[in-house]
């Protein structure tokens, strides 16, 4: 994740009471002003100038740190969305569990990793995410007997960087306590962007922050993937597009092997979808066998690599998952796999459940281009398929002029001897 001024030295301090000759940025019109350090802006605009976008779940403080990101222009680039689980419940909802204490280490990094999670699905085509989460425990209108402390985490692809502050009791207040706290989680999404910073800090020596990171590897990424800790591992293969799009335009397969068919077929439907990054998919969860070991998957991988293409592994083999994984996304689908989508067999034999699950993905702005197949000897193409009136529009054709696969990767293992 690398912002547009990689190498750039950005000074600031962590005083909270900064005289007016330091430089600020002051939003004047409300009578509780919005003051700005020079410095906080320069980051901020960094941030903004990345090619990162960011989920942030933040919970006891480091609210100032908000205000920053979403009152300098760009915002909409690089934040996805924030959360403020305060209440219990909001916690609960958030991670699907009961944390053992809410201002810790580990729910810090469970926090980052939900919201990476997130981030993932909601992110721009081509672009880095991360997820940033936040836990503290500052002053307040009444005493605490435990530390005045914070943690924040963030979490990208290949790695997961965590920071612990334990402040002195008495020396700030509520007020001050939140500046630091946003000056952290500032500091900690630069970080993630690469934006190099120098830090003069006034925290007492007490203060000092303890950091840890830790670093995946190409490997434990997809054991993420396959364990289902983390949603989908990305491979950036094609050259950077020149273009920015909306949506991805997506060919799920299991690819063995990739042949020129599949890249034909993607590069059709780029024709007919061209505001879609175009894409392969593989699951490495099967519903009926085995998940796809790492060796096997990497394997897989090098075949695009070779080609130039881009290509998603995934933990999720069915349709109505894959539309929850990728919102808004096209999917490229042969006549035959159309063919079970509407086909109540494969939901119990229950006409309406599959008309729900399908008006489900309809609604997440979900399509499908259809390519002709064979079915059971005989080629056919979408209009020979019956599709449900309600569900006619999420379904688009390819034209068997445009194009026509008669050859699976099936029948090219079995003539290869494999």
């Not at 007919?272 to 991988?301: H, Q, T, W, Y």
């Amino acid at each position: 994740m690398r912002c547009a001024h990689p190498g750039a030295s950005i000074q600031y301090s962590w005083e909270t009471k900064v005289p007016p000759s330091s430089g600020r940025t002051v939003f004047p019109g409300r009578t509780d002003r919005i003051v700005m350090e020079t410095w906080v802006r320069a980051v901020v605009e960094a941030i903004h100038s990345s090619r990162a976008q960011a989920v942030i779940y933040l919970a006891g403080g480091a609210s100032q740190a908000l205000g920053w990101l979403l009152s300098v222009p760009g915002a909409s680039g690089s934040v996805l969305e924030v959360v403020v689980p305060y209440s219990r419940a909001s916690m609960v909802q958030l991670l699907g569990k009961l944390p053992l204490q809410f201002t810790t280490k580990q729910t810090a990094e469970d926090m980052a990793l939900v919201a990476f999670n997130r981030a993932l699905k909601l992110s721009g085509p081509g672009l880095q995410v991360m997820g940033v989460g936040f836990t503290g425990s500052l002053a307040s209108s009444r005493p605490k007997q435990g530390d005045h402390r914070f943690f924040v985490s963030t979490r990208t692809q290949n790695c997961l960087r965590t920071s612990h502050v334990t402040l002195s009791k008495g020396l700030r207040n509520r007020e001050e306590e939140d500046t630091v706290s946003s000056y952290f989680v500032l500091k900690a999404i630069a970080d993630a962007c690469r934006v190099s910073a120098t830090i003069q800090t006034d925290l007492q020596e007490p203060e000092i922050p303890k950091e840890s990171v830790e670093q995946f590897d190409e490997d434990q990424e997809l054991q993420q993937v396959i364990d289902g800790q983390v949603c989908m591992k990305v491979y950036h293969f094609s050259d950077p597009a020149e273009k920015n799009f909306d949506r991805k335009l997506i060919l799920p397969g299991s690819f063995n092997p990739l042949h020129d068919g599949h890249l034909r077929l993607l590069e059709v439907a780029s024709s007919m979808c061209d505001d879609g990054l175009p894409c392969f998919e593989i699951s490495a969860i099967n519903a009926d066998k085995p998940p796809l070991s790492i060796a096997e998957i990497k394997r897989r991988v090098e075949q695009f690599r070779k080609a130039g293409k881009n290509v998603i592994i995934s933990n999720q083999p069915y349709f109505y998952k894959k539309a929850e994984l990728f919102p808004g996304s096209a999917f490229i689908i042969g006549a035959d796999t159309a063919a079970r989508l509407v086909n109540p067999k494969y939901y119990g034999g229950d006409f309406n459940r599959m008309l729900e699950i399908l008006l489900e993905c309809k609604n997440t702005g979900t399509t499908f281009l259809v390519g002709g197949r064979e079915i059971e000897g005989v080629f056919k193409v979408l209009e020979d398929l019956d599709i449900p009136r309600e569900l006619k529009d999420m379904f688009i054709s390819i034209p068997e002029e445009k194009f026509r696969m008669d050859i699976s990767s099936t029948e090219l293992r079995k003539s290869q001897g494999l």
